[in-house]
């Protein structure tokens, strides 16, 4: 009988353990939680050297959400790179505008 006992609780022990370490675990996943991005393209004119390009860069930079910005204003582009569903298009050339650039829509 008293051999059933501690069968019974080293067993209920290590039921414990174990989704203790299974909590721990899950718990790990919620801090490193995956980040989706999406990479955003705009034409866009008036930029007529680097010093353009970095007003851009530095303008949407300011945005939360936004990871990355190249410019060229040899090809009027500027691409960004941006966590999805923290940014939309629409805020972004509005910022682009708002510096005193033209968005092509
Ligand atoms: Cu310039």
Do not use: P, W
């Not at 004119?45 to 007003?55: A, K, L, Q, R, V």
């Not at 936004?66 to 966590?83: G, L």
């Amino acid at each position: 009988m008293r051999k059933i006992l501690i069968v019974v609780f080293a067993i209920a022990f290590l039921a414990a353990c174990q989704s203790n370490t299974k909590k721990a675990e899950s718990k790990k996943n919620e801090t490193t939680q995956v980040v989706d991005y999406e990479t955003m393209e705009f034409t866009v004119t008036g930029m007529t050297c680097t010093g353009c390009e970095n007003t851009i860069k530095n303008g949407l930079k300011q945005i939360d959400g936004v990871v990355e910005v190249e410019a060229s204003h040899t090809n009027n582009k500027v691409s960004i790179k941006v966590e999805k569903d923290k940014v939309n298009r629409d805020e972004i050339a509005q910022q682009i505008e708002s510096i005193g650039y033209n968005v092509e829509k």
